[in-house]
């Protein structure tokens, strides 16, 4: 079956770096998004790769390693209004995208 | 500005009731999308639609249903078949189906609780 995993909850502080985990097993790969999602409000995109490597974009960056079935969302300088949870996706060989269940991340003070 | 607009924000029904939650686009997108958001598991894609007059089941079709008359329009029926409809729905847009770079444009969501 087809897979993606990200840890259910991160825990950072205010200012400082933080780093979610997507890990995933899929028929096929045709490139992997991020989302924000505020609680109870829409997913907003933030990244997309679909070629291995490190892709920056302001604070955010994300990075794709395909051999490894493995991305990372690098989020840098740390606000406030960070909190919120990250979703990790996947688009298979059918063009269908494989969701994860979202990283809640809490910033702290 | 452009978006979608999904409505009602939050809804309440009966058991034995059907309910339609209204999605409405005016980014010009050709696919619409209907996902099913429950805690502590990703997206559900309900039906999806490439083209005015056509939708296709995704995974967790049974109990709903679309219709597609209209470019800007892709509203969803939770019927009374659906055993569990307490869930956040969420319309999403896009400007092709089947591309790897297909970005979807969400809305606010609609909340549906069954009493």
């Known amino acids: 079956g087809q897979n993606i995993d990200q840890p259910t909850e991160m825990t950072a502080t205010e200012g400082a770096i933080v780093q979610i985990n997507c890990t995933y097993q899929t028929s096929g790969f045709n490139g992997l998004f991020w989302y924000q999602q505020h609680a109870g409000e829409a997913p907003t995109f933030l990244s997309y790769?679909?070629l291995d490597g490190l892709e920056e974009k302001g604070r955010f960056s994300s990075f794709l390693s395909r051999s490894k079935g493995y991305s990372y969302l690098l989020l840098k300088e740390l606000q406030m209004k960070d909190s919120a949870s990250y979703l990790c996706?996947?688009?298979?060989?059918?063009?269908?995208?494989?969701w994860g269940a979202g990283t809640k991340l809490i910033i702290k003070p | 500005d452009g978006g979608i607009t999904q409505s009602p924000k939050y809804l309440f029904r009966k058991e034995g009731q059907n309910v339609t939650l209204s999605c409405e686009q005016n980014l010009n997108h050709d696919a619409m999308y209907w996902y099913r958001q429950d805690p502590g598991q990703g997206l559900r894609l309900i039906y999806y639609s490439q083209i005015v007059n056509d939708f296709q089941k995704g995974d967790i079709a049974e109990g709903y249903s679309v219709s597609r008359e209209k470019k800007e329009s892709f509203p969803l029926t939770v019927t009374s078949a659906q055993k569990n409809p307490t869930a956040f729905y969420l319309c999403a847009s896009s400007i092709a189906g089947t591309s790897g770079a297909n970005v979807l444009t969400f809305g606010a969501g609609s909340r549906l609780t069954v009493l």
């Open positions: 790769n679909v």
């Open positions: 996706a996947v688009m298979d060989s059918n063009y269908q995208l494989i």
